[in-house]
């Protein structure tokens, strides 16, 4: 396996200023409130809609920015850095409409991602099943074909923005016989009658962003909403998440450059024994060693940003897989280790939600765990190597 070359160009640089001055300044004041009040944060919504941070990865034909992958990384990176309940805005909608850009007919892409461009509307994933996790090809739920429509019921698990996005990618089953080669994706609309969500999550982390089961019962839409060929949805799933994980690296580089970014202010000011902390050695190889598992997960990930974008552009890179994997893994593992630290560092502060590190902390913790578990990411990285 090789790198690709890729280094950020000049406009990567000024994006990431922009984004971090909207940050700063509008989201990171909301992060602690929203947290608590475990309520999606709409303002900041209208902030990044405003500032056309809300879905910069929609092609330009569709209204969008057009973004490349290495600049909506940069982008739910910056986001992160302030609240990451907040960056699941970008990442979300990124999450929901790859099914779309990847396999779905014109009609259906000209239907609905102008309005996500816009951001009259957020699209989230509906994969998971409450028995039906890991291994998400035993998934329950059916879709039966009924003329030129098709009826679904069944049950979705921790779906993210659920009841908040207008539109929903969903998987079901269309052949209980063929196995994963059985099973379709659909546009699901929020309005659509016999569609309901569940209460929401009482969750550690991401507070703000509500997650909710999506409840199918008899919900009857066009076949015309089938996103790709029947029997194709697994592939369709499998396919997307190896341009999606990399966004959740990208959420955690966010989270965990956070957390190191104030305890780095607080060590500074801290003084004990006379003296500013920072000035101790075992707080300054803390540091040190934080620094360098961030910056060694932030070069993989734009690694695979560059790989993701490649396959976009229509390359075939052999190794996305690998690298989206290995950089979620690599990037949630360092997350949690440094937010952990920049924790143990502020003390008895740390623990407490007067200072933002346990809540980026919090946050870290999911980014281990959703789409596709560490463990899954390994198991995902070793097949790719004994191919």
């Known amino acids: ?62 209204g969008g920015a057009g973004a490349d992958a290495l600049a909506t990384v940069i982008v739910i990176e910056e986001v992160a850095r302030a609240c990451a309940s907040s960056s699941l805005i970008p990442a979300v909608n990124k ?43 035993a998934m329950k739920t059916r879709a039966v074909r009924d003329g030129d429509h098709y009826v679904l019921n069944g049950t979705k698990m921790w779906i993210t923005n659920a009841g908040v996005s207008e539109y929903y990618t969903l998987m079901a089953v269309t052949d209980p016989s063929a ?16 569609v309901s969500f569940g209460a929401k999550e009482k969750k550690l982390g991401i507070k703000a962003s509500p997650t909710r089961q999506v409840i199918l019962e008899d919900v009857r839409i066009p076949a015309s909403r089938m996103i790709g060929d029947p029997g194709t949805g697994f592939r369709t799933a499998l396919a997307t998440l190896d341009h ?50 961030l910056e060694a997960a932030r070069q993989l990930t734009y690694a695979a940003a560059a790989k993701s974008e490649a396959a976009t552009q229509g390359a075939s890179p052999k190794d996305l897989t690998f690298f989206s994997s290995a950089a979620k893994c690599a990037a949630s593992d360092a997350a949690m280790e440094i937010t952990t630290d920049a924790v143990q560092l502020l003390g008895g502060y740390g623990y407490t939600r007067d200072y933002p590190v346990e809540r980026m902390m919090r946050d870290a913790k999911i980014t281990q765990i959703y789409e596709g578990t560490n463990q899954i990411q390994r198991m995902v990285m070793a097949r790719q190597l004994l191919k």
């Open 95 to 137: 999450l929901g409409t790859v099914p779309l850009l990847l396999s779905a007919s014109e009609e259906l892409k000209q239907r609905y991602l102008p309005s996500v461009a816009r951001g009259d509307a957020m699209f989230s994933y509906a994969l998971s099943e409450p028995e039906a996790g890991s291994d998400a090809a």
């Open 244 to 293: 999606t994980r990399i966004t959740i690296a990208a959420q955690a580089l966010g989270i965990a450059q956070g957390a190191l970014d104030y305890a780095i202010g607080y060590v500074k000011e801290r003084k004990q024994f006379g003296k500013p902390i920072a000035d101790f050695q075992g707080v300054q190889f803390m540091l040190a060693d934080m620094a360098m598992k």
């Open 179 to 194: 196995g994963p080669r059985g099973i379709s994706a659909f546009v699901v609309e929020k309005d659509d009658e016999g």
């Open 1 to 62: 396996m090789s790198f690709p070359l890729y280094a950020p160009a000049e406009e990567h640089d000024m994006l990431r200023q922009a984004v971090r001055a909207l940050a700063e300044e509008k989201i990171a004041p909301r992060a602690a409130q929203a947290d608590e009040a475990e309520e999606f944060p709409w303002e900041v919504y209208k902030d990044l809609v405003a500032a056309d941070f809300h879905a910069v990865h929609v092609p330009e034909q569709y």
